[in-house]
Structures are given as structure tokens and as C-alpha cells.
């Protein structure tokens, strides 16, 4: 399985904010720290507002934080959302059916299985999981370091 390079920044977004010790983050910060496409992470910003996932303000100062802490933010949630319409193979797609063996064959049904089991792996996992050991991470990204937490 691969996911798309939206779900991948929107992450590495997700991640930042959950690392940073700044209250606003900008995108233009965040794409700088990840060396990545600023209307990328800006367009991921919009997604995370509009899901509730980060509260954004505009102007001077303004950026984006959490909505809520990274313990309370569960990854298989996010990742339904943003793999929704992503399907593994053709047969799996609702359009453009075109494979000459769909009909009988068992492929679709053991990779609807194993998505179902990659999403409930993930179920059990939190943005804060995936910061992992935050001092690590905010240093990665060239962030003040940020009080001592149990996860360091």
C-alpha cells in the first residue's frame, strides 16, 4: 500500500505541530523545516482546518496549532478521511472495471482485508505516536527544545 503524497505531508504537518513550541505555526515554516512545497503544506493546513484537526488564524502571527492534544488525535481516523477514495488496484475502484478476471477472482476481498487491518493498526496509534521522541523530532526540524514530557 502506498498512500498519497496529500496524506504524506498532511502528517508531516500533523507532526510539526505536535512537536513545535510555538503556539502558530506557519505553513511557510513548516514546508521551509521540511524542505517541501509551501502551497503543498498550505493546502494540507486547509484540509486540517476544515476537518477540525488544527485551528488556523491568518495574518501577522498567525498560523496553525492543534485543535487538540496529539494523545487525542487517532492516525486511522485521519487516515480514513484522507485515503477515502484511494483504492489498491482496479477492481477495487467504483468506475473502470476492466480487469477480465473480477468476476472470480478472491485478490479484491484479501485486499479489502488487509486495508481493513492496516486502518485498525493505526486505530491504536495518536499523532503522539507518531512524533515519537519529541526532543528528537523538534531538533530534526530546527525547533527550540520544548519542556521535558514523559515521552522524552
Known amino acids: 500500500m502506498q498512500l498519497s503524497v496529500f496524506s504524506d505531508y498532511t502528517l508531516r504537518v500533523l507532526i510539526f505541530l505536535a512537536v513545535s ?3 502558530n505555526a506557519s505553513a511557510q515554516l513548516i514546508a521551509e ?3 517541501i512545497s509551501f502551497h503543498h503544506v498550505a493546502k494540507a493546513g486547509q484540509w ?3 476537518e477540525g484537526y ?3 488564524s491568518r495574518g ?3 498560523g496553525m496549532m492543534l485543535a487538540r492534544p496529539a ?3 487517532a492516525l486511522g481516523e485521519i487516515m480514513r478521511k484522507l485515503e477515502s477514495g484511494t483504492e489498491l488496484v482496479e477492481c477495487m475502484r467504483s468506475t473502470g472495471h476492466s480487469c477480465v478476471i473480477a468476476g472470480g477472482c ?3 476481498n484479501i485486499l479489502l482485508d488487509a486495508k481493513e487491518d492496516f486502518f485498525r493498526v493505526l486505530d491504536k496509534k495518536t ?3 507518531a512524533a515519537g521522541v519529541t526532543k528528537n523530532v523538534a531538533r530534526a526540524l530546527q525547533l527550540a527544545p520544548q519542556p521535558a514530557s514523559p515521552r522524552d
Open 21 to 23: 513550541p510555538r503556539e
Open 48 to 50: 486540517l482546518a476544515r
Open 54 to 56: 488544527v485551528v488556523s
Open 127 to 129: 499523532l503522539a505516536d
Open 71 to 73: 494523545t487525542e488525535i
Open 60 to 62: 501577522r502571527g498567525g
Open 106 to 108: 478472491g485478490l479484491r
Open 33 to 35: 523545516r521540511y524542505g
